[in-house]
């Protein structure tokens, strides 16, 4: 039943992130050129790829005590991720929001080096759909 939550949530996501980038495409590109559209689009689709992320963090962390490395690979797709929004973007809030989610990314990696196989990953949610939040605005 979670599992088919977890989906349904993120079919939701999904759809509302698609109408968001359709919403931002048509805006952006009656007002400014196509560089913007396409980095509005990355951003939104690179956020979408780390709420993905952060799904599947969720997951490791929850079977941490089956594969402990899944934790690990999870962490580093995000950190990929947000390397590669920070990189197309000159935007302050972005760079705000990439800055806390990676921070987060840290916090929990660290706390995973430490032993803790149940590491607080809240901050790295909240993180994450507030990157989610400054893509689509």
Same mark, same amino acid.
């Given at each position: 039943? %979670?599992?088919?939550?977890?989906?349904?949530r993120?079919s939701?996501r999904?759809?509302?992130?698609?109408?968001?980038?359709a %919403?931002?495409g048509?805006t952006? @590109?009656?007002a400014? @050129?196509?560089?913007?559209?396409?980095k509005?689009i990355?951003?939104?689709?690179?956020?979408?790829?780390?709420?993905d992320?952060?799904? @599947?963090?969720q997951?490791a962390v929850?079977?941490?005590?089956?594969d402990?490395?899944q934790t690990?690979q999870?962490?580093n797709?995000i950190?990929?991720?947000l390397d590669?929004i @920070?990189?197309?973007?000159d935007?302050a809030?972005?760079?705000?929001?990439v800055d806390d989610?990676s921070t987060a990314?840290d916090?929990?990696?660290?706390a995973?080096?430490n032993g803790?196989?149940?590491?607080?990953i809240?901050p790295?949610?909240?993180?994450?759909?507030?990157?989610t939040k400054v893509?689509?605005?």
């Amino acid at each position: 039943m %979670a599992a088919a939550s977890r989906r349904s949530r993120s079919s939701r996501r999904r759809i509302a992130i698609a109408a968001t980038v359709a %919403a931002i495409g048509l805006t952006a @590109g009656l007002a400014t @050129g196509c560089d913007a559209v396409d980095k509005a689009i990355d951003c939104v689709q690179t956020a979408d790829t780390i709420a993905d992320s952060v799904t @599947g963090l969720q997951q490791a962390v929850e079977n941490a005590a089956n594969d402990p490395t899944q934790t690990d690979q999870s962490l580093n797709s995000i950190e990929k991720d947000l390397d590669k929004i @920070g990189d197309k973007t000159d935007n302050a809030d972005v760079n705000k929001a990439v800055d806390d989610l990676s921070t987060a990314v840290d916090n929990v990696r660290t706390a995973v080096k430490n032993g803790d196989d149940t590491p607080d990953i809240s901050p790295v949610t909240d993180a994450a759909g507030e990157l989610t939040k400054v893509c689509t605005s």
